[in-house]
């Protein structure tokens, strides 16, 4: 899965860009942060720690909320 690396809060400059990722395994939600190489949107359930990878690209979706099994 690829996202648009353009999708950052512009308000806010101390803001993280972050994605909204609803775990199914566990049924929990969570935001994933942008890394700080700025190439991919990393992040673990809450509960069980299964990760989760979101790659960064210029041709991505625009999406913020992503659902993961």
């Not at 803001?15 to 990722?21: I, K, Q």
Request: include cysteine.
């Amino acid at each position: 899965m690829y996202f648009d690396s353009g999708m950052h809060q512009e308000n806010d400059t101390r803001s993280r860009p972050f994605l909204g990722m609803y775990f199914k395994c566990c049924r929990v939600y969570a935001r994933i942060y942008l890394n700080k190489a700025g190439s991919a949107f990393v992040g673990w359930c809450p509960k069980c720690a299964g990760q989760v990878r979101v790659e960064v690209s210029p041709t991505g979706r625009k999406d913020r909320f992503f659902s993961v099994e």
